[in-house]
C-alpha cells in the first residue's frame, strides 16, 4: 500500500485489479465545489490569494514527483468548445513545481461512486492548461499506484493555509481538519448545542454490538427502537432523515443515506453502528422573498475559527424540485456569499465556466441578512463545542491519537483511519 | 453618452469606444511608461487606457431618467451629472492600474470597493478575457464575455437608470443597432467602418452620432499588442492613428 499526499487517497494493488479509495472525498451534498467557488470569489473580490494558498495547502507535505488526481466532473470545464482543466489545478501543479518536483502526470475521476478502476484516467494537458486527451491507461495506473498523489476531491482547505506558512501548525490543523470530518467525532464535538444539526442525533446498533457504557452518549439499539425513533421524528415535523455509517470513512458518499420520514423506512437496511439524525434541522431555510432553499456554510478566517470571513450560501430553487429529492445537489443552481458587512454577492454555478457575479447591498435582501446573522449566531456556538472539543483532547498529535483510540473503542469512529492519521507526522 | 463595446476578431480580443458629448469637447493622449490614455483636456477625465500589462477599460456613463428628460427638454450642457459622493470607477482603477495584470485583477479591484459608485457600464479586457461591468451604488454585476457585447448607457441587469426604449430611445436604439450589426465584423477595417457608421443622421440611435450628442473621439484598443488607434473627431470624419504602447 503506497499511501499518498493528504492522506484523502488510497490506492491498493490487489490480484483482482487496482483498488482505490478516496478518503472524506466528499459527501452526498457536500462542499466540494468549495473549492471551485473559492477560485471564483477570490477572482470576484480579492479578499485574498485563497486559490493559491488552497494549492499550497493540498501539496504542503509533497516529497517526490507525484500525481495529481482530480474529478472529472469538477475539474474539467468546457469552454468554446475546447475542455480546460481547472484553475485550482493549475495551480497545484505550480505549487508542485515550487516545492522542486515534478507532475508525473493528472488522473481524473469519471463516474466517483464507481469503484471500477476504469473510470481512473490518464488526463493530458498541455501547457495552457487545454485537455488534450482522457484515456484509460493501465500502466499509469500501475504507476500510480506506486507513486505519491495529491488528490483534490475535497476541496476544503486547512483553515491555517496562510501562504508561506507550513509549520506545524499547518501540519495540526490538517490533522484536525480531516480528523474531526468524520461523521462519529463531528457528533462528538458538536451533539452539545441546541442548534447543532448533531443534537438530536443518536447512535443505532443492533443488539449488543455498541460498545457504549457511558450514558451521556445517546444510543437506541435494535430495530424496534429505531422504528420508534423514527416515528418520534416525524411527529416532532422532521421530514427527512440521515443515517451515517460511522463504521467506515465516508468514501465518495457511501455510507451516508437519507430516507424519507413520511415513507415507510427499512430498518434492516441501516448500517449498524450509525448516527441516525435529521436532515437540516435548521437549514435549508426557505427564505420569505422567494421560494428558494438555501444551504449555509461559514467559512472561518484564517486567522481563527471563531471568526466568521463570509458566509456562503448553496441556492436551491424550490419550484425546479419535483419530486422532492433527497439529495439536493443536482439542483443547486446558484451560490451566495455574505461579506460579513454590507455586501451579497450572487453567482452563477462555476460549472458554467464563464464567470458571472453580481454584488448587490445586504439592505436589498435584509431577510437573507438576518437569516445568515441568525446561523452565525448558532454556528458560533458548534465552533465553541469543537474548540472545546480541542481543548479537552489538547491539540498536539498524540493526544488526538489517544483520543481517537479512545473512541475507536467505544466504536463511534471508524477502526481503518489510524494510517491515515500517522501521514501527518511525515517530514515533521 | 458612449457607446463602448469589446469583440473577438481573429482569435483576438479588441476594446472600442465612441465618446459622444452634448458640447464638443477636446481631447489628448497622456502616453506614459506605465500606460496609455485618452484624457479629457477640459476635466482630465480618462476615456479609454491600456498599461503595460494589456489590461484596457472603457467605460460608458448611466444616468437617472429624470436627467435624461432634463437633457433632452433642454438640450444643454450645463446640466451636471456629477451626484456628489459617488466615486468615479475610472478614476479609482487608475490608482492602481500601472500595475494590473489582468483585467480579472481590475474587476476584483472594483468589485471589492466599498466606495458608492457612479451609475456606469464598464468593459475591462486583457488579452485573454472581456468583462462587463455593470456599477452603482450599492450593486454590481459583472459577466465575463464570450465573443461580443456592446453597451450603451443603460443597464441590462441593475435597477438603476432608464429601464425601456420609452425612457432613453437613443441608448436603446443604439444598443440594438449596434447589436444587430456587430456579427458581421471581423477585421479591423470593419470595425472602424462599424464606429462610423450611421444610417439617419436626424435620428439619434446610429453609431457615429450627429444629432443631440456627438461622437467627439473614437478609439480602438488591441490588448495582445498594447497598441491603440486613436480618431480625435467623429470617426465618419477623421482617420485613426495608431499608438503603440511599446514605443
Same mark, same amino acid.
Given at each position: 500500500?503506497?499511501? !499518498?499526499?493528504?492522506?484523502?487517497?488510497?490506492?491498493?494493488? !490487489? /490480484?483482482?485489479?487496482?483498488?482505490?479509495?478516496?478518503?472524506?472525498?466528499?459527501?452526498?451534498?457536500?462542499?466540494?465545489?468549495?473549492?471551485?467557488?473559492?477560485?471564483?470569489?477570490?477572482?470576484?473580490?480579492?479578499?485574498?490569494?485563497?486559490?493559491?494558498?488552497?494549492?499550497?495547502?493540498?501539496?504542503?507535505?509533497?516529497?517526490?514527483?507525484?500525481?495529481?488526481?482530480? @474529478?472529472?466532473?469538477?475539474?474539467?470545464?468546457?469552454?468554446?468548445?475546447?475542455?480546460?482543466?481547472? /484553475?485550482?489545478?493549475?495551480?497545484?501543479?505550480?505549487?508542485?513545481?515550487?516545492?522542486?518536483?515534478?507532475?508525473?502526470?493528472?488522473?481524473?475521476?469519471?463516474?466517483?461512486?464507481?469503484?471500477?478502476?476504469?473510470?481512473?484516467?490518464?488526463?493530458?494537458?498541455?501547457?495552457?492548461?487545454?485537455?488534450?486527451?482522457?484515456?484509460?491507461?493501465?500502466?499509469?495506473?500501475? @504507476?500510480?499506484?506506486?507513486?505519491?498523489?495529491?488528490?483534490?476531491?475535497?476541496?476544503?482547505?486547512?483553515?491555517?493555509?496562510?501562504?508561506?506558512?507550513?509549520?506545524?501548525?499547518?501540519?495540526?490543523?490538517?490533522?484536525?481538519?480531516?480528523?474531526?470530518?468524520?461523521?462519529?467525532?463531528?457528533?462528538?464535538?458538536?451533539?452539545?448545542?441546541?442548534?447543532?444539526?448533531?443534537?438530536?442525533?443518536?447512535?443505532?446498533?443492533?443488539?449488543?454490538?455498541?460498545?457504549?457504557?457511558?450514558?451521556?452518549? /445517546?444510543?437506541?439499539?435494535?430495530?424496534?427502537?429505531?422504528?420508534?425513533?423514527?416515528?418520534?421524528?416525524?411527529?416532532?415535523?422532521?421530514?427527512?432523515?440521515?443515517?451515517?455509517?460511522? &463504521?467506515?470513512?465516508?468514501?465518495?458518499?457511501?455510507?451516508?443515506?437519507?430516507?424519507?420520514?413520511?415513507?415507510?423506512? !427499512?430498518?434492516?437496511?441501516?448500517?449498524? /453502528?450509525?448516527?441516525?439524525?435529521?436532515?437540516?434541522?435548521?437549514?435549508?431555510?426557505?427564505?420569505?422573498?422567494?421560494?428558494?432553499?438555501?444551504?449555509?456554510?461559514?467559512?472561518?478566517?484564517?486567522?481563527?475559527?471563531?471568526?466568521?470571513?463570509?458566509?456562503?450560501?448553496?441556492?436551491?430553487?424550490?419550484?425546479?424540485?419535483?419530486?422532492?429529492?433527497?439529495?439536493?445537489?443536482?439542483?443547486?443552481?446558484?451560490?451566495?456569499?455574505?461579506?460579513?458587512?454590507?455586501?451579497?454577492?450572487?453567482?452563477?454555478?462555476?460549472?458554467?465556466?464563464?464567470?458571472?457575479?453580481?454584488?448587490? &447591498?445586504?439592505?436589498?435582501?435584509?431577510?437573507?441578512?438576518?437569516?445568515?446573522?441568525?446561523?452565525?449566531?448558532?454556528?458560533?456556538?458548534?465552533?465553541?463545542?469543537?474548540?472545546?472539543?480541542?481543548?479537552?483532547?489538547? !491539540?498536539?498529535?498524540?493526544?488526538?491519537?489517544?483520543?481517537?483510540?479512545?473512541?475507536?473503542?467505544?466504536?463511534?469512529?471508524?477502526?481503518?483511519?489510524?494510517?491515515?492519521?500517522?501521514?501527518?507526522?511525515?517530514?515533521? | 453618452?458612449?457607446?463602448? +463595446?469589446?469583440?473577438?476578431?481573429?482569435?483576438?480580443?479588441?476594446?472600442? =469606444?465612441?465618446?459622444?458629448? *452634448?458640447?464638443?469637447?477636446?481631447?489628448?493622449?497622456?502616453? =506614459?511608461?506605465?500606460?496609455?490614455?485618452?484624457?479629457? =483636456?477640459?476635466? +482630465?477625465?480618462?476615456?479609454?487606457?491600456?498599461?503595460?500589462?494589456?489590461?484596457?477599460?472603457?467605460?460608458?456613463?448611466?444616468?437617472?431618467?429624470?436627467?435624461?428628460?432634463?437633457?433632452?427638454?433642454?438640450?444643454?450642457?450645463?446640466?451636471?451629472?456629477? *451626484?456628489?459622493?459617488?466615486?468615479?470607477?475610472? $478614476?479609482?482603477?487608475?490608482?492602481?492600474? %500601472?500595475?494590473?495584470?489582468?483585467?480579472?485583477?481590475?474587476?476584483?479591484?472594483?468589485? +471589492?470597493?466599498?466606495?458608492?459608485?457612479?451609475?456606469?457600464?464598464? *468593459?475591462?479586457?486583457?488579452?485573454?478575457?472581456?468583462?462587463?461591468? $455593470?456599477?452603482?451604488?450599492? $450593486?454590481?454585476?459583472?459577466?465575463?464575455?464570450?465573443?461580443?457585447?456592446?453597451?450603451?448607457?443603460?443597464?441590462?441587469?441593475?435597477?438603476?437608470?432608464?429601464?425601456? %426604449?420609452?425612457?432613453?430611445?437613443?441608448?436603446?436604439?443604439?444598443?440594438?443597432?449596434?447589436?444587430?450589426?456587430?456579427?458581421?465584423?471581423?477585421?479591423?477595417?470593419?470595425?472602424?467602418?462599424?464606429?462610423?457608421?450611421?444610417?439617419?443622421?436626424?435620428?439619434?440611435?446610429?453609431?457615429?452620432?450627429?444629432?443631440?450628442?456627438?461622437?467627439?473621439?473614437?478609439?480602438?484598443? %488591441?490588448?495582445?499588442?498594447?497598441?491603440?488607434?486613436?480618431?480625435?473627431?467623429?470617426?465618419?470624419? +477623421?482617420?485613426?492613428?495608431?499608438?503603440?504602447?511599446?514605443?
Amino acid at each position: 500500500m503506497i499511501p !499518498t499526499i493528504g492522506s484523502e487517497i488510497e490506492i491498493y494493488k !490487489t /490480484p483482482g485489479g487496482y483498488m482505490m479509495m478516496d478518503l472524506n472525498s466528499g459527501k452526498l451534498g457536500g462542499g466540494k465545489r468549495l473549492g471551485a467557488f473559492a477560485c471564483l470569489y477570490e477572482q470576484a473580490s480579492e479578499l485574498e490569494k485563497k486559490v493559491e494558498n488552497i494549492a499550497r495547502a493540498y501539496t504542503w507535505d509533497v516529497r517526490h514527483d507525484c500525481y495529481v488526481v482530480f @474529478d472529472i466532473q469538477l475539474g474539467i470545464q468546457e469552454i468554446e468548445g475546447t475542455s480546460y482543466v481547472s /484553475p485550482l489545478i493549475h495551480e497545484v501543479k505550480k505549487a508542485i513545481e515550487e516545492r522542486g518536483y515534478m507532475v508525473k502526470g493528472f488522473i481524473g475521476r469519471d463516474k466517483i461512486f464507481s469503484e471500477d478502476p476504469k473510470n481512473w484516467k490518464v488526463v493530458e494537458v498541455n501547457d495552457e492548461l487545454q485537455v488534450k486527451s482522457i484515456s484509460y491507461d493501465e500502466h499509469a495506473l500501475e @504507476d500510480l499506484a506506486e507513486s505519491e498523489a495529491v488528490y483534490l476531491g475535497c476541496h476544503f482547505a486547512p483553515p491555517s493555509c496562510r501562504k508561506n506558512q507550513w509549520d506545524e501548525d499547518t501540519c495540526r490543523n490538517g490533522f484536525i481538519n480531516n480528523f474531526i470530518d468524520l461523521p462519529g467525532v463531528n457528533w462528538l464535538f458538536m451533539r452539545g448545542n441546541q442548534h447543532s444539526p448533531y443534537y438530536n442525533a443518536v447512535v443505532f446498533s443492533r443488539e449488543n454490538e455498541l460498545n457504549i457504557k457511558d450514558d451521556s452518549f /445517546p444510543s437506541i439499539r435494535g430495530s424496534d427502537a429505531i422504528r420508534q425513533r423514527l416515528e418520534e421524528m416525524r411527529r416532532q415535523g422532521q421530514r427527512y432523515v440521515v443515517i451515517k455509517d460511522i &463504521s467506515k470513512m465516508s468514501i465518495g458518499g457511501r455510507g451516508i443515506s437519507f430516507g424519507d420520514l413520511d415513507k415507510p423506512t !427499512t430498518c434492516e437496511g441501516i448500517p449498524s /453502528p450509525a448516527l441516525v439524525m435529521p436532515y437540516f434541522p435548521i437549514e435549508p431555510t426557505k427564505t420569505n422573498e422567494g421560494d428558494v432553499i438555501i444551504q449555509t456554510r461559514i467559512i472561518y478566517s484564517f486567522e481563527g475559527k471563531a471568526k466568521p470571513q463570509f458566509v456562503f450560501a448553496k441556492m436551491y430553487l424550490v419550484n425546479g424540485m419535483s419530486p422532492e429529492p433527497y439529495n439536493l445537489s443536482s439542483f443547486c443552481t446558484d451560490f451566495v456569499v455574505w461579506d460579513i458587512r454590507d455586501y451579497f454577492y450572487y453567482l452563477k454555478s462555476p460549472s458554467r465556466g464563464q464567470l458571472s457575479c453580481r454584488k448587490v &447591498s445586504t439592505t436589498k435582501n435584509k431577510g437573507l441578512r438576518r437569516h445568515f446573522e441568525s446561523v452565525i449566531e448558532q454556528c458560533m456556538s458548534d465552533i465553541g463545542d469543537v474548540e472545546r472539543g480541542l481543548q479537552y483532547m489538547g !491539540t498536539d498529535q498524540v493526544k488526538l491519537l489517544e483520543f481517537y483510540r479512545a473512541m475507536k473503542k467505544k466504536k463511534l469512529v471508524p477502526g481503518n483511519i489510524h494510517p491515515f492519521l500517522n501521514l501527518f507526522n511525515r517530514g515533521k | 453618452m458612449c457607446t463602448i +463595446g469589446a469583440i473577438k476578431m481573429g482569435g483576438k480580443f479588441f476594446l472600442f =469606444k465612441n465618446r459622444d458629448k *452634448i458640447e464638443p469637447e477636446k481631447e489628448y493622449i497622456e502616453r =506614459k511608461e506605465g500606460h496609455l490614455f485618452i484624457k479629457s =483636456k477640459y476635466n +482630465g477625465r480618462i476615456a479609454a487606457g491600456i498599461n503595460r500589462g494589456g489590461v484596457a477599460f472603457v467605460r460608458s456613463e448611466v444616468i437617472s431618467i429624470d436627467l435624461i428628460k432634463k437633457i433632452y427638454q433642454k438640450w444643454s450642457s450645463d446640466i451636471t451629472t456629477v *451626484i456628489p459622493k459617488q466615486t468615479h470607477p475610472i $478614476e479609482l482603477l487608475v490608482t492602481i492600474f %500601472d500595475g494590473i495584470k489582468s483585467a480579472m485583477e481590475a474587476v476584483s479591484f472594483l468589485l +471589492g470597493s466599498k466606495n458608492r459608485f457612479k451609475p456606469s457600464n464598464v *468593459i475591462l479586457i486583457d488579452k485573454e478575457r472581456i468583462f462587463s461591468l $455593470e456599477i452603482n451604488e450599492e $450593486e454590481s454585476e459583472v459577466k465575463e464575455v464570450v465573443d461580443s457585447i456592446i453597451k450603451t448607457n443603460h443597464f441590462s441587469s441593475l435597477e438603476f437608470g432608464p429601464h425601456e %426604449d420609452g425612457d432613453y430611445p437613443s441608448s436603446f436604439e443604439r444598443e440594438r443597432y449596434a447589436n444587430s450589426m456587430i456579427n458581421g465584423i471581423d477585421t479591423l477595417p470593419k470595425l472602424k467602418n462599424f464606429l462610423a457608421s450611421h444610417e439617419n443622421k436626424e435620428r439619434d440611435f446610429n453609431i457615429c452620432r450627429h444629432f443631440i450628442s456627438s461622437t467627439v473621439s473614437s478609439c480602438i484598443v %488591441d490588448p495582445k499588442e498594447k497598441r491603440m488607434w486613436y480618431c480625435d473627431t467623429s470617426p465618419c470624419r +477623421g482617420k485613426y492613428k495608431l499608438y503603440n504602447l511599446r514605443k
